[in-house]
């Protein structure tokens, strides 16, 4: 198909492991400012369970990311995929 190779380019460009791992560093901060503000300010409960599960949301998902490029070596040049038969 002539488009797979700029459906490919623009992932590769645009979704790295390096900007995934960013962006669930980001969810995790905003998590824990929302939170840290919520205990502070106690607008209400709803408000530190969205900080608290953003926290949680981001945190799993940098171990997760980690473990992708650590462990499989995804986004690197170690990654092997198993070729089908």
Not at 38 to 55: E, Y
Request: a positive charge.
């Amino acid at each position: 198909m002539k488009g797979d190779g700029l459906v490919r380019h623009f992932c590769e460009r645009y979704f790295s492991m390096q900007s995934l791992l960013r962006l669930s560093l980001v969810i995790a901060v905003c998590g824990a400012i929302i939170l840290a503000a919520a205990l502070l300010f106690d607008p209400g409960v709803t408000t530190q369970l969205i900080g608290l599960l953003l926290l949680w949301a981001g945190m799993v998902k940098v171990a997760v990311v980690l473990l992708w490029t650590r462990l499989a070596g995804l986004g690197t040049n170690r990654h092997t995929p198993i070729q089908p038969n």
